[in-house]
């Protein structure tokens, strides 16, 4: 691998971008170097049936055979940051990487091998573009490279981190949108299987507990059951000392261990593996005196509770932002809305946020942080810090507008959702116009041809999801049974003409280019500009995708 020489070898990098200054100290306060080699890193055998990998496989199948041909390469990162998937289109590249020790199995964290697109998503906990002299090490600095962390769709845990690379000048501003769409296919594969593996484990526990007096739990990778002597004999200390163990029980087949439980009582517990099931496993736990064939453990049960970080959902409006925040919540559930501010009163807003934080349980929203003042934002600020509080859940614009103190409140956030336009996810249109379609039919037998869902997809909405949802009852209240045709649809949404398939990268790059055109108001010099791009390169991809309307 051709790497050349680079000038910028001081502590500070260039651009002046916080979070890549950030990385840069934390890299170098862990004693890393811009022109050592990588010798922390501790390449370890990878498990090929993760659920990750097994996730994420088709998925990038797709997205590696879009990128043929481009120059592009890609790379998975578990929860520990290590590789568990390398693609490159460039075989130098990968022989470069091979050199460098860059191989799966070896961690990526900032701590190893300083700022890069996989380990500096895990310290910032969001997406990361990173622009070849940003790179702390100098033979990455010939790469310009974008990560995107994978988070569960259950437990919103980081599972990994998905990277795509490409040399500095053949990289593209509109890197993001394909990744986050890859991204979001794995996640909705880590769904399903969890699903299936909720079965399995459902199944063994149902058949453990049925005729068993015992207290019996089974632990999977994003779920907890109990029988009801469980219930009474262990505590949520107990409960959680056991998913430690489930994390990794001690033998690969049956094992028996003795704890003490949360009351003092010494408790005798079998731990069985469940096939079928993720790291799942099957615990019985029997409160009797100690035997000699049982291995003492001893482990310290206290459990500090802390209140977990907020979580931010953000995104143009009209895209779903506080029905996903309200999904995202767990009951009971209380709803600040930055409005009733507006309404109501400054002083009636403080008093029910702050008596909805006393409790410590459930979940508090506050739907636009983005329109509160100064002193309400104080107010939420200061109860982040809170050692017990609700599950707190925000919802704003998009990021990047935030500033002030909303970016302050923001920036506490370490789980963040960023909702893209409906325009640049068009996949999803379908789906969402029959489960709209569901709640306003005026009966089960109404429902959307194959014309119209056609029609539907072809359009680029930019009213979001409040314009679709607008066109469906419109078409819903044309049909009181039946197909709802093209022709029950508005006369602007009746568009059909097929367009030319796109590669996944096309697609990628033309919804960028709307969202742009959009939010410029059509102005294609500031489209430009804000994309990175010359006027006369977007007038051209304008044309060759056949983007109209602008």
Known sequence: MQVPHAAT????????????????????????????????????????????????????DQLEESLVGTGYSTILGDRECRVVRRWFDDPQTR???????????????????????????????HPVLINGPEHFAEVLRRFSCYG????HPLTRRIEGVLDISAVVDRASPLLPPLIARAV??????????????????????QAASGHCRDAVLAIGEDIVMCNQAASDLLSPS????????????????????????????????????????????LLRVVERASGPHLTPVTISTTVVMRAP????????????????ARHLAVLPTKVMRAATALLEGEAAWAKEFAGAMRRSEGSVVVDGIDLLSDELLDLVIEAVDQRSRPQLILTSGPVESLTGRAAVLAGAATVREELTPLGAR??????????MLRDVAASESVHLTPGALHALAAHSWPGNLRELKAVIAHAAACRSSGGIAVSDLPEGYRLTTPVRHLSALDRAERDAIVVALRAADGNKVQAARELGLSRTTLYARIRQLRIEGF
């Open 9 to 60: 070898t001081h502590d500070d990098p260039p651009g002046g971008r916080a979070d890549i200054a950030a990385s840069w100290r934390r890299a170098s306060l862990a004693g890393v170097e811009h022109d050592g080699p990588f010798s922390r890193l501790d390449p370890r055998d990878i498990d090929p049936n993760s659920s990750l990998l097994v996730g994420a496989g088709p998925v990038l």
């Open 95 to 125: 022989d470069g990487f091979d050199l460098l020790n860059l191989r799966e199995g070896a961690s990526l964290l900032e701590d190893a091998v300083g700022t890069n697109a996989l380990g500096t998503v895990f310290e910032t906990r």
């Open 148 to 151: 995107h962390p994978i988070r």
């Open 184 to 205: 979001h296919d794995i996640e909705e594969r880590l769904l399903g299987g969890s699903r299936l593996s909720e079965k399995s484990l459902l199944a063994a526990f």
């Open 238 to 281: 107990d409960i959680a000392l056991l998913r430690v163990l489930a994390e990794d029980p001690p033998g690969k087949g049956e094992s028996a261990l003795r704890l003490t439980l949360d009351s003092g009582r010494a408790a005798d517990v079998t731990v069985t593996r469940v096939s079928g099931a993720r790291r799942g496993v």
């Open 309 to 324: 970080a907020p979580t931010l959902v953000s995104g143009p409006p009209g895209t779903g932002r506080s029905t996903r």
């Open 426 to 435: 068009r996949d999803e249109v379908r789906d969402l116009a029959a489960s």
